[in-house]
Structure formats: C-alpha cells, structure tokens
C-alpha cells in the first residue's frame, strides 16, 4: 500500500495544481484550451505512437486480451442500458451514464502505469488503449445518439478524426512495417510525450467543475461507485476467465478503476447529451478515485 500511496499522491498533486492555478487566474482563461489542445493533438498521440511503435503486438494473449476488454464494455453498457429502461432515464442523460462507466481518464491511466511498471507497462496499456479508445467512442457516440437516425458518417466521424485513435493506428503501423521510427524520430517523440502526462494531469484538474455536484449527487455518486470499484470488479473476473497473465491484469484493472475522461464532456456537449451532469461525474470520479484506487490497487497486485 505504501509503495501504491507513493506513486498516486504526486499524480493527484498535480491534479490539485492544475484545479487551484485554474481558479488563482494566475494564467488568462485563453491558456487552457490552448494547452488542452496541445497535449490531446501532439503531445499524447506523440506518446502512443512512440509506445505502440515498440509493443509486443505478437504477444499469444493478445486475442484473449482484447476479447476480455469487449465483454467488459458489452456486460457494463447492458446493464446501463437495462436501467434505462427500468428508471425511465432520458437520452441525454443516459450518454452521460454511460460514458461515466465505460470510458477512463487515459493521462491519469498511463501515468500510474509508467511509474508502477515502467517502459514495459506503458507498451501493453498502449496496446490495452488501442482496443479501448475506439470501442469506448462507438459506445459513447450511439447512447448520445439513440433514439435518434444516426448516418455512418455521423458515427464514423467522430471516431476517425480522434487523434488518439490515428495516433495508434499509426503506431500500429510503425510497428508492424519494417520502418519504424527511424532517424532519431525516436528520440523526439520521447521528448514530446514526457510533456504530455504532467501537462494532462494539470489540465485535469483545470477542468474540474464543482457546480453540477449538489443539483445531480445521487445519481453521479451512483455513477462514481459503479465506476470506481464495480468495474474494477467486473474487469478482475473477466481476467480470470480470460486467464489473463499478471500484468496484463493489473494494467486492465487500473483502466476500470480511474475516473472517466475529461473529453466526454466535450463529446456530451457536441451531441446534446447532459454536460452538466457530465461534468459532475468527471468531477467527482476524479476527486474519490483518490480513496479508492489505492485500496483497488493494493487488492489487485497482492
């Protein structure tokens, strides 16, 4: 548990860095859509990109990996669905719902994954996202749009210009051709990505919204304890179905247990889904996720 609380406290420092510097206006509001945009288009994908160039894509568990990842997403989004149903809950607000429980804060994810398991961890979390980052934007994109006529375009869409997906069907690509990264390209990506997790976590923080938290508390509480320890449940004996070998399990693990995205709540907004209710289940997801992913962690890798 030590070791586990000495890794997180930093990673959620700058959290509370980036959420104070937000309100002290220490930096114009202009800065963080700026440096927003910087880590989600270059930075981050620089990240994938160099990981995905040199992970283990010939891996045997692969397969078993990526088919643990969808039974996870196909169980949750059911069970979010069914209660749709059962508690009468309207569209936009069933996107929110369902972002919140299927899809993950992919910074925070990888920065407790590189400093837990080093290089090693952070090419199979690359692998672990390659699969997860699409089939969380399908899901996301079809609750925000049920209900409604939805072309291909309006589903593809969104998707294909997501640079963390390009990004790792680049890296993808890399790795599969006899090129990849040559030149000393390598080396700059490094540079690049060893900017992009400090950065995203103190825009994280920057994010973080308070307002929606005492309107919304029942419903985004219910959310943040499916997410943060009923996923990281599910995902635990799906491994073991799977028989999942040791890291791979805990990487999917820690994927299931941090908070969802901050970029669902841009993806809620642009689809008429509820971003308030949105942004207060990033917002209180992310502040909870500090009590229990040491307990979820310590479980997990004991």
Known sequence: MSKILLVLWPLFALIAIGFILRRTRLFSPDFWPGAEKLNYFILFPALLINSLASAPLNNPKLAYLGSAILCILAISSLLVLISKYLCKITVPRFGAHIQGITRFNTYLGLAIVADLFGKEGVAVAAVIMAILVPSCNVIAVLAL????????????????????????????????????????????????????????????????????????????????????LAMPVLTLIMAKLFSLPNLETILLVIFFAIPTAPTAYILTRQLNGDSQLMAGIITLQTIIAVFTLPIVLSFVMH
């Open 145 to 228: 749009s049920s209900g409604k006529k939805v072309s291909v375009k309006q589903l593809l869409l969104p998707i294909i210009k997501n640079p963390l997906i390009l990004s790792c069907v680049i890296g993808i690509l890399l790795n599969l051709s006899p090129v990849g990264l040559p030149f000393g390209s390598e080396q700059l990506l490094k540079l690049l990505a060893a900017a992009s997790l400090p950065l995203g976590l103190i825009c994280i923080g920057g994010a973080l919204q308070t307002t929606t938290l005492r309107k919304e508390f029942k419903p985004i509480i219910l959310s943040t304890l499916l997410r943060l």
